[in-house]
């Protein structure tokens, strides 16, 4: 985009100066330097001249995709567009949408094309493809029902810089209700964000139901950081949550913190902690560091920790299982992180471990990730080990918005403002598969907290982990995210008012 762009500033110069008038005169039909509120920015971006008006469109699906076909009839029945229409382009009042499968290798997994001419042509390999294609049309088209649309002629080609495009979630400090969750998947998929991480466990709080050991949501689910909310999800609200996810192409990530951060796992089951242990109350403090799985019992945990991941598993279809290994110092703890690695290998997944879990013995496909910005993650990589970045001084966004907002601050006394997140460079780290802002809830309690906590600032990780290196430009992106203010209030999101974007004043519905 950037790069169409310039060569539009550049034709435009030409044209003053006079220069080439022959090819200019081809090249000013062409001549477009609104700025597309697009976001993630897509990889290139031609524009095209005019516009395309039209009242209904008619579907036309070629090959199975019901992912993209769900998320354009959802978008089309939004806006009110009637999908019944014949005839295509300006005149006829209808538009055809087609919607193609090709056999295109340059597009890869994700890769699509979006046309619009005198009707809108979206293509790609995969299912996945299209889907990402629809997100773009979507933030073409107006936030709310309008009597006729205009859609700029363009065409797009497109694909992701990474292939993990991620948040987590603590919903074991604070509880999540579920219709927070599928909001906050609908506005992941609008910004292509596609891995949901929840921590499911930690000192806390215990919020994933495991048969066999009922009091782990009687008891563990029962607290709370202080001031948050307490619950579990059952298996099948879980279930429900992986479909809802798959089908807006959000795979969610399931973490189970261990051998530390189990403090509510010791509260429900007292033989989880070592015989000497006597704090085996629920805890509500934001600590960390203090409870253990008792590792020199391996006859009382393993069974605990193979029937936990087993349930797990058989949830979530993800391929990567987080497995934790956080902040905890103990003599067996590169044994236990081995271990458990190996139950999750021997299941057929590939394990997810924070960092500090480099120091256990490994197969090379695990993954580690990333988030104390000075980690000495050499060795890993040279290991060959793939990185989940997630830098706690760019993208741990339960620090503030702006310096002095009350909340976690540990990693950067200053805050992350949007322009800190947006920083972020991931290209030196050479086995990254992508990035992951890590929301943390020891003070992020209500709906309207994780919202502002999380937006606009997913934005810049959307696009962080989307375009390519080298198409960074601040100033750009926040003209673009501003063109998109609409489409977050049309989806409720309770961002906060970033300065940056001017966003201090009421927003301009269109
Ligand atoms: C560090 S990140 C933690 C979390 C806290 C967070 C607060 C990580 C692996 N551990 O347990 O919630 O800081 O910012």
Not at 376 to 383: G, L, Q, T, Y
Request: charged share 20%.
């Amino acid at each position: 985009m950037k790069a169409s762009l310039r060569i539009d500033v550049l034709l435009a110069c030409m044209a003053l100066a006079g220069i080439g008038h022959g090819a200019l005169a081809q090249a000013a039909e062409v001549r477009d330097t609104t700025v597309r509120p697009l976001v993630p920015a897509p990889q290139t971006l031609t524009p095209a001249k005019g516009e395309l008006y039209f009242r209904t469109v008619s579907v036309q699906a070629q090959g199975s995709a019901p992912k993209a076909r769900q998320a354009l009839d959802a978008a089309l029945y939004a806006l009110g567009i009637p999908t019944n229409g014949s005839g295509s382009g300006n005149g006829t009042g209808s538009a055809t949408v087609r919607l193609q499968l090709i056999d295109d290798p340059a597009l890869g997994e994700e890769g699509y094309r979006l046309v619009i001419g005198e009707d809108i042509t979206l293509s790609a390999r995969t299912d996945t493809g299209l889907l990402h294609a629809v997100q773009t049309l979507r933030q073409l088209l107006p936030a709310r029902p309008q009597r006729e649309l205009r859609l700029p002629r363009l065409s797009i080609a497109d694909a992701p810089a990474y292939r993990w495009r991620g948040v987590s979630l603590d919903v074991a400090r604070s509880f999540l209700p579920m219709a927070y969750l599928e909001r906050h998947i609908d506005r992941m998929a609008l910004f292509k964000l596609n891995r949901l991480h929840l921590h499911l466990t930690d000192d806390q709080g215990w919020r994933i139901q495991i048969n066999g050991y009922p009091k782990l949501t009687e008891i563990g689910g029962g607290s709370a950081v202080e001031g948050g909310r307490a619950g579990f999800y059952t298996q099948d609200e879980l279930k429900h949550l992986v479909a809802y996810a798959q089908a807006r192409g959000v795979t969610i990530v399931p973490e189970i913190d261990m051998p530390g951060h189990v403090q509510a796992a010791l509260a429900s089951y007292n033989t989880l902690a070592c015989d000497n242990v006597t704090n085996l109350a629920p805890y509500s403090g934001v600590e960390v560091g203090f409870s253990v799985l008792c590792l020199e019992k391996p006859e009382a945990i393993y069974p605990f920790v193979q029937a936990v991941l087993e349930q797990v598993v058989a949830i979530f279809p993800s391929t990567e299982i987080h497995i934790g290994g956080d902040e905890i110092k103990h003599p067996l703890y590169a044994d236990f992180v081995s271990r458990a690695a190996a139950i999750v290998d021997g299941m057929g997944r590939t394990p997810i471990v924070w960092e500090e879990g480099s120091v256990a013995t490994l197969k090379p496909n695990a993954l580690l990730q990333l988030w104390n910005d000075g980690y000495d993650i050499a060795p890993a990589v040279a290991k060959g080990h793939p990185l989940i970045l997630s830098p706690c001084s760019y993208l741990y966004v339960d620090h503030g918005n702006h310096a002095g907002q009350p909340g976690a601050d540990w990693c950067r006394k200053e805050g992350l403002p949007l322009q800190r997140v947006y920083q972020f460079d991931p290209a030196p780290f050479k086995t990254a598969v992508g990035i992951e802002a890590a929301l943390w809830t020891e003070f992020v309690h209500t709906d309207a907290d994780t919202d502002a906590r999380l937006w606009p600032r997913l934005a810049a990780v959307a696009e962080l982990a989307w375009s390519p290196a080298g198409t960074r430009d601040y100033a750009g992106f926040v003209q673009r995210l501003d063109g998109l203010r609409p489409q977050l209030d049309a989806l409720g999101v309770q961002y906060y008012a970033e300065p940056d974007l001017g966003w201090n004043a009421p927003a301009k519905h269109k």
